[in-house]
């Protein structure tokens, strides 16, 4: 066995064995010409179609860089994600650097860094639906279509296509377990409803959703969440609240119940001064 005194004299020797090996490496090195290329510039030609949408969304805001979230929507309804491309794209229109669209597209999780499937299915597991069985749910799903967060089962973007994830809260814990697709409530779902769902899908159908606008494609999606309909305004129309939201705003009016009137004078409590 080796004893620890040893090591260094080993090493030392190793270090010391061609003195003239440094200089040697280093001439070698000297000699090599360089194989590193300047980074290649995104290609935004892929956005050459949606210059004027974006010239459209930019028009709204008195600030143009308050047009960056609905741009990001409408570079993401082009490739089903928002590449490098993409943000220089954004940045480019915004006059913003990268770095500053980076900062928001990796910030908000429905900006997607790699391409979608046709349909994106969103399970919610927070806390009520995961006990309502959004759990289950999820679980059962990935055995369905052999994916995890975040991945697609068959390719990118292709008919029957779906990507997976889990999301954390719906905004609809009366209507749970729910999921969606492309942003479309499924309410009050089970394993078995959800695999006949995603199944549905699979085959090209499009099941209409609990509430909501009809069911449509992930880019066209964001394309609505970037303001524009091209045609499917009647989509705006879609029924948006469920029974179970309202029945308390209903059994109000029925009863002629009414909140206290706030006093026109009303003493507000001390504020606890700064130390």
């Not at 004893?3 to 003239?20: F, I, L, M, V």
Request: glycine content about 8%.
């Amino acid at each position: 066995m080796t004893s620890h005194s040893e090591q260094p004299a080993a090493e030392g020797a190793t270090a010391s064995a061609d003195p003239n090996a440094a200089a040697v490496n280093a001439d070698a090195v000297a000699s090599t010409p360089s194989t590193s290329a300047p980074i290649a510039k995104p290609d935004a030609s892929v956005f050459d179609g949606i210059r004027e949408k974006a010239a459209q969304v930019v028009a709204r805001y008195p600030q143009s860089r308050s047009a960056l979230l609905p741009l990001l929507h409408l570079v993401q309804s082009v490739e089903g994600c928002v590449t490098q491309g993409g943000i220089a794209f954004c940045a480019e229109q915004l006059e913003l650097s990268t770095a500053e669209v980076s900062a928001v597209a990796t910030f908000y999780t429905m900006y997607k860094r790699r391409p979608c499937g046709e349909h994106l299915v969103s399970v919610c597991t927070n806390a009520l639906c995961a006990t309502l069985g959004g759990d289950d749910i999820y679980a059962r799903l990935k055995e369905r279509l052999g994916v995890g967060h975040e991945e697609t089962s068959g390719e990118p973007g292709a008919p029957g296509s779906i990507t997976l994830e889990h999301a954390e809260c719906l905004a609809a814990c009366d209507l749970g377990p729910v999921l969606q697709v492309n942003y479309e409530y499924f309410d009050n779902q089970t394993p078995e409803s959800a695999t006949e769902l995603v199944e549905a899908l699979q085959r090209g159908e499009r099941p209409a959703p609990t509430r909501g606008a009809p069911l449509t494609d992930f880019k066209q999606a964001e394309l609505q969440l970037a303001g524009f309909f091209d045609g499917r305004d009647g989509d705006l129309a879609g029924p948006s609240a469920a029974p179970e939201t309202v029945r308390g705003a209903r059994l109000a009016a029925e009863r002629s119940w009414t909140a206290p009137p706030m006093p026109e004078d009303v003493d507000l409590p001390p504020v606890p001064e700064k130390k």
